[in-house]
């Protein structure tokens, strides 16, 4: 069992930046991949970012050069750097650990152990 607790969420304007932190405990030797998801009331969850053990990631287009995943080299925590950031940014980031499924991809369905969330808010 993994244990994920994110930190770092908060209020900012637009334009500015925030460092979302996950912590990880537990059994995470089968992690095979490690992503931010980020949901609003009455919408699906959304990828963000994903990353592998040897530090391949992959980022959703609405993010790309702006957000950047990482990670210590064992899988103990996982971060995500967040720059020039837009009011469409705002939602509950989470944090999610696949440790089943040898896929590198930005779904949902992929991961199997998730942390409680960390509120991001962009005002305009």
């Known amino acids: 069992v993994v244990t994920l607790v994110e930190s770092g969420g908060g209020s900012v304007q637009a334009g500015g930046s925030l460092r979302l932190s996950c912590a990880v405990s537990?059994?995470?030797?089968?992690?095979?991949?490690m992503g931010w998801f980020r949901q609003v009331p009455g919408k699906e969850r959304e990828g963000v970012a994903t990353i592998l053990a040897g530090g391949s990631s992959r980022y959703a287009d609405s993010v790309k050069g702006r957000f950047t995943i990482s990670k210590d080299s064992r899988w103990n925590a996982l971060y995500l750097q967040m720059n020039s950031l837009k009011p469409e940014d705002t939602a509950m980031y989470y944090c999610a650990a696949n440790t089943r499924r040898t896929l590198f991809r930005l779904l949902a369905e992929d991961y199997d152990s998730w942390g409680q969330g960390t509120q991001v808010t962009v005002s305009s």
């Open positions: 537990g059994d995470n030797d089968r992690t095979f991949s």
